[in-house]
């Protein structure tokens, strides 16, 4: 009895050492594989960038000549309304060039309202007296000329006198005409487009002072903030030298630079992220509102601008700040996603290998949105299915391939 029971139990270990064998044996014909599950989930397609902050509404003011600053009398980060006093510059040399040029106008148009008159004030009255002597001397001599002929008629005067009497009358003639054209036509056109000449240049050179004298006030046109103030009280400044911006800064820009290649995924009304690294864990939403019309090198890159408005109701986004922007092109809700990893390519068609019952089946399939790790499949797999990456050990994956999962 003993001796059958001892039987029994080598009997049993030897089947099991048999099937522990061929296990370990169907087991080493086995790939390791890496693996990755099918989800449902949300997936979005973004484009990464750069950009800058720019206020909505600028207003900036630039020194209109060389000069210094007299007066500043807000400092940056002031909140200022419409027509209030933000600085002001020395402009003494403003107010001697306005009067200078004033002076010139005034000139100029004194010459004009000469010519228009015919001449000075004083030539138009001496024209006039010598006018009334000429026409006095022209009847007298029309009186005398008929006199003459008609003693010529009866032998009292001879042709001489007549003749001298007639050149009498043309002369007298001639120097009416002469100062009538005195009154009317004086000056040619050349003269008169001279005149009027040096009258537009004075205008536009007493305007330009004008201009630069009003310029040496700065005042703010709206209501803002007072973000750049780089300018002090006693401080030279040459033409053109930034004074002051001010702006409303509750709404700002940002400006994103598009890679190329990516500028034809871009359309208004994109979704848009804005990050600041000085502000972790913050985001700001826009959309966009305007999409590239060229494209500029940035340094080595070749991009396009993109412009959206964002809200800064807390004012924490800085006007020239340099952000992070990320742009939505699309996002797709619940649907079938797997690893950028595990598509690939044959003859221009995708597909994968599904993990079936510790095999591979090939799997053709059809993608669409992606993002740098997962892609939308729109058919061939089905919900919860696991597909291969790649062998562990380097193994060629192929259909029908037996393989053992062993990173998830």
């Not at 050179?205 to 002090?232: C, E, F, K, M, W």
């Not at 291969?388 to 998830?408: E, I, K, T």
Request: charged share 25%; net charge neutral.
């Amino acid at each position: 009895m003993h001796s059958k029971r001892l039987m029994l139990i080598v009997a049993g270990t030897a089947v099991a050492v048999i099937l522990l064998a061929a296990f370990a044996s169907l087991r080493g014909n086995e790939v390791p594989v890496r693996a990755d599950h099918v989800l449902r989930e949300n997936i979005t397609n973004t484009i990464a960038t750069n950009g800058k902050v720019r206020p909505v509404d600028n207003f900036e003011a630039h020194a209109p000549a060389a000069t210094t600053v007299h007066r500043v009398l807000v400092h940056a980060g002031d909140r200022v309304k419409a027509g209030q006093l933000l600085l002001q510059l020395d402009d003494a040399g403003a107010r001697t060039e306005a009067a200078k040029a004033l002076a010139r106008l005034k000139a100029a148009q004194a010459d004009l309202h000469s010519i228009e008159a015919g001449g000075t004030h004083e030539e138009v009255l001496t024209t006039q007296s010598e006018l009334v002597k000429a026409r006095a001397e022209l009847e007298a001599a029309n009186r005398n000329l008929t006199v003459m002929q008609q003693l010529q008629q009866r032998g009292a005067a001879s042709a001489a006198e007549v003749e001298d009497a007639r050149n009498r009358l043309k002369r007298a003639q001639a120097e009416v005409n002469l100062l009538q054209q005195k009154e009317t036509s004086r000056y040619s056109r050349p003269e008169i487009a001279k005149v009027k000449a040096q009258q537009e240049e004075a205008e536009t050179a007493y305007q330009a002072a004008q201009d630069t004298l009003h310029r040496s006030n700065v005042r703010a046109p709206r209501a803002g903030i007072v973000y750049s103030l780089p300018v002090r009280v006693g401080a030279y400044v040459n033409p053109g030298d930034l004074l002051v911006q001010v702006a409303d800064l509750h709404k700002v820009q940002v400006v994103g630079y598009v890679d190329e290649p990516e500028i034809g995924r871009l359309a208004t009304g994109l979704k848009v992220t804005v990050t600041w690294d000085a502000l972790p864990g913050r985001t700001w939403q826009g959309t966009i509102t305007r999409v590239p019309t060229s494209v500029t090198q940035l340094g080595t890159r070749n991009v396009g601008d993109i412009t959206c408005t964002v809200d800064n109701s807390d004012l924490k986004l800085l006007p020239n700040v340099n952000v992070n922007v990320t742009i939505t092109t699309t996002q797709e809700n619940n649907v079938l996603t797997v690893s950028r990893e595990a598509i690939r390519q044959d003859n221009g068609k995708q597909y994968v290998f599904e993990i079936v019952n510790g095999e591979l089946k090939r799997r053709n399939v059809t993608t669409s949105v992606s993002n740098p790790t997962r892609i939308e499949i729109t058919s061939g797999l089905p919900d919860d299915a696991w597909v291969a990456l790649s062998a562990v050990d380097n193994h060629p994956l192929m259909d029908g391939l037996a393989v053992r999962v062993v990173q998830r």
